[in-house]
């Protein structure tokens, strides 16, 4: 999986994570690069610009929150925070 990400090597890295999530969803040969320089942020300790780039496509951030069309901030909230009750 290391190497994957550290050569852009996204038919490595779909082989590895078949059947894994929905992260194999909404990852793609187009946008694999990104994905990978998001894996290579976090390592790195720069947990923001990962979580920007996780945003970008959708995916959970590190704080377990879903970013992407129809996740926006304060959607399915009431009175702008907490869960709805």
């Known amino acids: 999986m290391t190497e ?3 050569e852009n090597d996204y038919n490595t890295w779909k082989d ?4 894994k999530g929905r992260v194999t969803d909404v990852v793609n040969e187009d946008n694999f690069a990104q994905f990978a320089e998001a894996h290579r942020l976090g390592l790195a300790g ?5 979580n920007v780039i ?8 590190g704080g377990g929150e879903r970013m992407g069309a ?3 901030k304060g959607m399915g909230m009431r009175d702008g ?3 709805n009750r």
């Open 16 to 19: 590895l994570m078949s059947g």
């Open 4 to 6: 994957a990400f550290a």
């Open 46 to 50: 720069d947990v923001e610009g990962a």
């Open 70 to 72: 129809g996740h926006e």
């Open 81 to 83: 925070g907490g869960m």
């Open 54 to 61: 996780r945003a970008e496509l959708g995916l959970r951030t």
